[in-house]
């Protein structure tokens, strides 16, 4: 079993470097910017409840499953699964799903950061004082057709992720982690308060909007799309958290630090809603704007605040620290796992990595164009963009998730299992507890939504279409 000398590889600095590393990974886009526009699409409140549901029973016992995988080999995911099953075995190919997992969001992810950064200079210049809050959904739909501009602010996150995690675990992932995510948090509870005082009632519209399950507004896509982006804001499924996990101590409690990383993501993501509904609501707009909801909504707010431009420029520098902490971690698994695998120095794996993803993300770029990839759309039915995020988010992540649980519950040794989860005295429930929902309900439920999804189960009639 590879258990490698604690003194071979880096480990955090301390546990609150571990806890904002992991929320840093976690709190992101999935949150300020997804977050908020599918709950729209999928009719508000039942929908939040539902995907409540799918991060207590399935993204906890998960992530606790990889923080646990990566703890035990403290080897990136492809070597966590090479260690825990027989020589020969196809396991590690899951940790390559990973692998290939958070190559093809980072590139898509970079694009949306790169939205952000257009809109850090749009701030700059004051851009959104003078306008209308009907001409606010026109600056997003300019920007998303503008490949070439696209492709710029996609280069240059990339740039700013490979640099952070060249710098290594402690002095470029942590230290990022540490500054940014109070600032984080710190400005959402400020635009949080702002939106309380919107006119027309908009922030009791939100809360609402964001609370009160309505069961005619939900379609059964919706329990899906849950699922998927539980495992998307969570950063589980493809073996993000197991890499985190492998640089933290054996002392730290497992259920306590995976506990506090999806309580402090959630809140983030509530936060979010009743950031940017209030908006929406207030200017007599539905929150279905799909995509574009957070780029079009909190402008509108901007224009009319004093001080906007500076609000205005703080939100938008916060939409791309969130990013990139949660960048940083994607390109953590791949760097790591070229590292371990080929033996290459972090400087060198992090370019070469970082440059693949940034060729692989530029239809993406170029999604709302058309000059590149434009028949793709026609071919797919979705245009590039979208098609990764698709691809990602609701197969390979819950296919990944899937197959983590049942390695971890059922294959990986009960010895190595227990010692890894470090159950304290007297609390050997808890340990049954996680070994009973990491064999049967995490797995059962994430089947049975996959199996939906293929439509295996409206043939056998146990449910409609
Ligand atoms: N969780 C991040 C977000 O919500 C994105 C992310 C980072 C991610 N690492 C991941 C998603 C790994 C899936 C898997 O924005």
Redesign the pocket.
Known sequence: MADHPEGSRPLWGSRLGFILAAAG???????IWKFPYVTGENGGGLFVLIYLGCVVLVGLPIMMAEILLGRASRQSPVGAFAAFSRPGSSWPLVGWLGVA??FV?LSY?SVVAGWALHYVLLSLTDHFRHLQPDQMGGIFDTLYGAGDINLFWHLLFMLATVSVVLAGVQGGIEKTCRVMMPALFLIIMLLVGYSVFLPNGGFLKALDFTFTPHLERLSRRSVLEALGHS????????G?MLTYGSYLDRQASLLKVSLQVVLLDTLISLLACLMVYPVMFSFGLAPQAGPGLVFKSLPMLFAQLPGGLLISLAFFVLVVFAALT?AI??LEVVTATVMDRAGWSRRRAALVTGAAIFAFGIPAAYAGDGRLLGAWASMFGMNFFDTMDYLASNWM?PLGGLLIAVFTGWVMPESARRAAFGAPAGQAWLYTGFVFVLRWLAPTLVLLVLLHKIGVLQELGVMGS
């Open positions: 990974s976690a709190i992101g886009l999935g949150n997992a958070g969001i992810y495992f998307f804001t969570l950063s589980l499924g493809m993000t949660s971690s994607l992540l």
